[in-house]
């Protein structure tokens, strides 16, 4: 087996479709005894649309998301703000769908590609040699080249490599349950509400009836032992009234509730020998912003290519050094944004809830708006500082730069068909030009593997130089001589390399 994939949440569903459709043999595995039924996450941002549908993964998603197009914020029971009211509705757009839902189409997608999910299937440990990795999977004991750990916060796979998980804990508890409830007057729009008790979060979720709530209010470290479900109802139905002014809360039925804490960690590395690590294994943080499932999304598709050319012999095993330094400093900001974000939006002290109430009418502002959702859709991420981008090339030319994401522009394949960039992409490299690039193709596929590269032609315009994009749609190469373009390709996949893994 070359790969095995610890976890079948959506990071290492989405690594394991991305290296089935190169050709790699995979096996996912998953302690839990099927697929999760309670909703979890909350939340497809832009960026993460874009690597399911360059999957093939993407499905009826968008069709099926619950259309939330804005979220008030109250402050003592007047609307302050309404963000999303001034942004453009017809500019990407968060998909407010569980995470369930997301799974259930990348295990369809797994399937279309000839896998499946093991369930019942804990890993107990690993022991690795300079060829492979021998990995205990609850008394059967088999060999891969590769692991990935895609097991979440508590990461077996992690723990047994011997990577360190530093960290520290953001809130003390809050309160979450998703439950069939009436709330008159709310319509199908997030509220975010602080009274002098704290705050109260009204989320609505897909369901046909459209009568579906996800409820979140942090509770108090005095209030004693954590609250069973119907201790959870009663305290959210409680703060409802007293912190969003909505006393006829009636709830019908719960389908989830939940005690959880928010925690700001990240591993010392993503790499030890042959056990990396992606998604929540690598770092967890606050889920404000529904950034979490989102990076951990990119991190997989990062991986993925990366580890494909090197199973393939195409690179070598330095390419890996890459993952971790693209995708980890995205992370520390991410850790960053939230934590900071979560401190005053969920602030347990009533100084910090009056910095909350005293900041929020900042959010009025469009520029201020436009800045922090881009900034969630995560498709302004860019490498530019990453070891694949050249920084004398960067500093010397205007527009896109190598590591920066590709706009999804109109393109034209050899065929004669326009599509978006991102669409024609599929999981493979683009040599993008509008002249004659058969040398730039050559070099490339020498490379890559011709199956893996295809050229493409702006629908619209012309370009001045001939561009190379990676199949995570970001520029990796920019110029006008193909010789060039070859050399760096050695370069960057590291064809000289003899060290050992």
Known sequence: ??????????????????????????????????PATTSRALGLQPRGAEV???LGALGDLPQRAADVRGAGIHVNGRKIVDVGAALDAAGPRLL??????????????????????????PLRGLVQDADGVEVDLGGEQVRAQWVIGCDGAHSQVRKSA??????????????????????????????????????FVVMPLPHPDGDLWRLMAPVPGDHGDDPDEEEILKL??????????????????????????????????????????????????SPLGGQGLNTGIGDAENLAFKLALV???????????????ERRPIAESVLSATSIGTRIGFAETATGRGLFATLSPLLRIPAIQRRL?????????????????APAVRRARRGAQPGDRVPNILTRDAEGHDAPLHSQLGTGWAVLASGNAAEYLRQAAKRLGAEQVRTLTPATGTLREVCLVRPDAHLAW??????????????ALCHNERRPV
Request: hydrophobic share 45%.
């Open 1 to 34: 087996m070359e790969v095995l994939i610890v976890g079948a949440g959506p990071t290492g569903l989405t690594a394991a479709c991305g290296l089935l459709e190169r050709g790699v043999a995979v096996r996912v595995v998953d302690s839990a005894p099927g």
């Open 52 to 54: 399911l549908q360059r």
């Open 96 to 121: 407010w769908i569980p995470q369930t839902e997301i799974e259930a189409q990348l295990r369809e997608r797994l399937a279309a590609l000839g896998g499946r999910v093991e369930w019942n299937s």
């Open 162 to 199: 011997g990577i360190g998980f530093p960290g520290s804990q953001l809130t003390e508890r809050f309160l979450l349950a998703d439950v069939h409830a009436e709330l008159p007057g709310r319509g199908r729009v997030m509220g975010i509400f602080l009274g002098a008790g704290g705050q």
């Open 236 to 285: 959210l139905c409680r703060f409802a009234a007293e912190r969003a002014g909505i006393p006829d809360l009636r709830i019908d039925r719960a389908v989830w509730t939940s005690v959880f804490r928010f925690n700001r960690r990240l591993a010392d590395t993503y790499r030890r020998g042959r056990v990396l690590l992606a998604g929540d294994a690598a770092h967890i943080h």
């Open 311 to 325: 199973i393939s012999g195409r690179a070598g095993v330095g390419l890996l050094d890459t993952y971790a330094a």
């Open 373 to 389: 959702t881009g900034a969630a859709s995560q498709l302004g991420i860019s490498y530019r500082n990453g070891p694949l981008a």
């Open 478 to 491: 920019r110029g006008t001589n193909a010789q060039e373009l070859g050399r760096w390709l050695d370069t």
